[in-house]
């Protein structure tokens, strides 16, 4: 038994043989069994999912002495020399080989003759977009107005070289990646034609291996079965391709869990030293995760999601009870988005051990992570609220007897500490004083004035002394200290010398200007140039200094040489920092105005012959000799 080449052995000669790809095969037949041919069809997809056997197969649909047929019958001569591939009406073309324009002249001249045995005259292209642009361009008349007697099928796995012309003359087919259920249905029938006995986690592994595509699965299946095995075994398969088994993984998971670096590291030189694929490795690591997380999230109802056998299930799922259900989705994020950086590193290995040690301490890391988001969101020493001063003869806030329930008192009156709507966050006013704050302060802690009638705010009631405190004045309404004074409460027996006068709540200072004060002299442009320089912002104001400037009518009016310095200095960037050292320097007034000198404003050739023109010493030149300007071209100074 052969097994070099199982693709051309079992290649599909119907379109019920072929794996997948339902919907075109069901267009496609339809056209035949109806005799309606496009004049060009595109064929698109990744590598070997059936783009050139399916255009193989509507080549012998359209042909066939049965024809119009859904189906060739494969035993006529036309279905067997397009099978063999030398039926002379079907042209089959490498682009890669055959895609210039001469090629596509040559296609074009063959074209315009009937066909000799068969009824249409197909062309396949294969790979067609390494034809060249000459090439397309000389087909775009012929893909849109071939004879009736033709059509075109263009096979091709980067439709994005395809001009839009070209793609716009043809009936677009794009073939989708195979499933894994239906790659492995493939294979499963595959050995049993070959009458070979397997496991069925063998048969999974190839199908994952092959990721959708047939041919690659083919060619992974024949080279396993070359071992010679009388049963393919998962054992073998694993070994021979390379592919870790379910032990690296779950040794893997422990050292994880037990955050193990030195056995993360072991396991790492465990997959190197046994050659295994890394690329396959972490896409099985991501399935892992996955696992995980959807039996954490839903238990045995995800397992037939998942395809586990059961011994497999329970393993797993004795791993997503283990850990917690963010750590896996975080773990499982972080394999998805590490995998195209391993992949691409030009340390692979090192990529994979930085990743894996990574989840090993992914706990710790989340910690000090935290720790350093609270760190910067504490207040610093300096922006700390201070303490608020103690008061003199205060009352300490009163607290209900344990006799009597809360809210009430003897008598039905309700007690003080209920006055306030927001208990525990202010101190109670005495019941002598009720009404009042002590030392003259308002429920906000600003000082009360006299109400807006002129009795001073100590003889307001308790309800007017609500938490709406916004008809309190502020303190700058206090005008001397015998104001202040007597808004302190007075007892029934008042002592002076414990009542201590309140001190004047100091005025805020005046603003000071933002323009430096500390600049003695009149301020020029020198200045301001040295202002920028000792400022440190000569980095961000490129050009500056080489402005001239000059402060014209309440304008700093800055000159520069030609337009390539104005954008410099009037960037986006430069010219807000620019603004506010003028602020600074010159004061909030002075307005900033950027222009080109007149000798850096580029003027047009009219312009220019204009100017030269009516220049005296030319004038006498063309008047004394009868010449006349041909030409003028400036000079590279002007």
């Given at each position: 038994m052969s097994t070099s080449n199982l693709t051309a052995k079992y290649r599909p000669q119907t379109f019920g043989e072929v794996a997948g790809q339902e919907a075109v095969k069901t267009i496609l037949s339809r056209a035949a069994a109806q005799d309606k041919v496009a004049p060009a069809y595109l064929f698109s997809g990744t590598r070997g999912v059936g783009k050139t056997t399916i255009?193989?197969?509507?080549?012998?649909?359209?042909?066939?002495?049965?024809?119009?047929?859904?189906?060739?019958?494969?035993?006529?001569?036309?279905?067997?020399?397009?099978?063999?591939?030398?039926?002379?009406?079907?042209?089959?073309?490498?682009?890669?080989?055959?895609?210039?324009?001469?090629?596509?002249?040559?296609?074009?001249?063959?074209?315009?003759?009937?066909?000799?045995?068969?009824?249409?005259?197909?062309?396949?292209?294969?790979?067609?977009?390494?034809?060249?642009?000459?090439?397309?361009?000389?087909?775009?008349?012929?893909?849109?107005?071939?004879?009736?007697?033709?059509?075109?099928?263009?096979?091709?796995?980067?439709?994005?070289?395809f001009p839009?012309?070209?793609?716009?003359?043809?009936?677009?087919?794009?073939f989708k990646m195979l499933t894994n259920d239906e790659l492995i249905a493939h294979l499963s029938n595959i050995l049993n034609m070959e009458q070979i006995e397997f496991e069925q986690g063998a048969v999974d592994l190839i199908a994952k291996r092959g990721a959708g595509s047939v041919r690659d699965s083919m060619s992974l299946l024949g080279q396993v079965l070359a071992l010679g095995s009388e049963k393919l075994l998962e054992e073998d398969v694993r070994s021979i391709l390379g592919l870790a088994g379910r032990d690296v993984f779950f040794t893997l998971m422990q050292a994880i869990h037990g955050r193990d670096l030195v056995a993360v590291g072991d396991t790492v030189q465990q997959v190197l030293g046994r050659g295994l694929d890394l690329g396959f490795?972490?896409?099985?690591?991501?399935?892992?995760?996955?696992?995980?997380?959807?039996?954490?999230?839903?238990?045995?109802?995800?397992?037939?999601?998942?395809?586990?056998?059961?011994?497999?299930?329970?393993?797993?799922?004795?791993?997503?009870q283990t850990f917690d259900r963010s750590f896996i989705h975080a773990c499982w994020q972080m394999t998805v988005d590490g995998q195209r950086k391993v992949m691409t590193s030009l340390e692979p290995a090192m990529a994979l051990e930085l990743l894996l040690l990574n989840m090993a301490s992914l706990t710790d890391l989340i910690s000090m992570e935290r720790a350093g988001?609270?760190?910067?969101?504490?207040?610093?020493?300096?922006?700390?609220?201070?303490?608020?001063?103690?008061?003199?003869?205060?009352?300490?806030?009163?607290?209900?007897?344990?006799?009597?329930?809360?809210?009430?008192q003897p008598g039905g009156q309700t007690p003080p500490w209920q006055n306030s709507p927001q208990q525990g966050m202010q101190q109670q006013v005495p019941p002598q004083n009720q009404g009042m704050q002590p030392q003259g302060m308002g429920a906000n802690g600003r000082p009360m004035g006299r109400t807006e009638s002129g009795s001073p705010a100590g003889n307001r009631s308790a309800n007017d002394m609500g938490a709406d405190d916004s008809s309190l004045p502020d303190a700058a309404g206090l005008q001397t200290d015998s104001d202040l004074n007597s808004l302190v409460p007075q007892s029934e027996n008042p002592a002076p010398e414990s009542i201590p006068p309140l001190e004047r709540v100091p005025e805020p200072a005046p603003a000071k200007p933002s323009f430096p004060a500390s600049v003695s002299g009149p301020r020029d442009f020198e200045g301001f140039l040295q202002y920028?320089?000792?400022?440190?912002?000569?980095?961000?104001?490129?050009?500056?200094?080489?402005?001239?400037?000059?402060?014209?009518?309440?304008?700093?009016?800055?000159?520069?040489?030609?337009?390539?310095?104005q954008g410099q200095v009037a960037g986006r960037e430069s010219r807000g920092v620019v603004e506010r050292l003028v602020s600074e320097y010159f004061g909030p007034e002075v307005e900033l105005e950027i222009q080109i000198s007149s000798k850096g404003k580029r003027r047009s050739r009219q312009e220019i012959r204009d100017d030269v023109e009516s220049h005296p010493d030319v004038k006498r030149v063309m008047d004394a000799f009868g010449a006349s300007i041909i030409s003028i071209d400036p000079r590279k100074d002007v």
């Open positions: 255009a193989r197969i509507f080549a012998k649909a359209l042909n066939c002495k049965n024809a119009p047929t859904a189906e060739p019958c494969n035993e006529c001569d036309n279905c067997r020399q397009i099978t063999a591939g030398v039926g002379v009406d079907v042209v089959e073309i490498d682009a890669a080989s055959h895609g210039k324009v001469d090629d596509a002249r040559r296609l074009k001249e063959d074209i315009g003759y009937a066909p000799i045995e068969f009824r249409y005259k197909v062309f396949i292209i294969d790979e067609a977009h390494m034809l060249t642009v000459q090439a397309f361009n000389a087909l775009l008349k012929t893909l849109e107005e071939p004879p009736p007697h033709a059509t075109f099928i263009m096979a091709t796995t980067e439709t994005h070289k839009a012309t070209i793609i716009s003359r043809c009936q677009h087919y794009a490795f972490i896409r099985e690591l991501g399935n892992c995760w996955r696992n995980m997380f959807l039996l954490n999230q839903s238990g045995e109802r995800a397992v037939p999601l998942l395809g586990l056998s059961s011994e497999e299930a329970a393993e797993f799922m004795k791993w997503a988001a609270l760190a910067s969101a504490a207040p610093s020493p300096q922006q700390a609220p201070q303490a608020a001063p103690a008061v003199p003869n205060q009352a300490p806030p009163q607290t209900p007897p344990p006799s009597q329930p809360m809210g009430q920028v320089a000792d400022s440190g912002a000569n980095g961000s104001t490129s050009g500056l200094s080489k402005c001239k400037g000059e402060l014209i009518d309440g304008k700093l009016v800055l000159t520069c040489a030609n337009s390539f310095h």
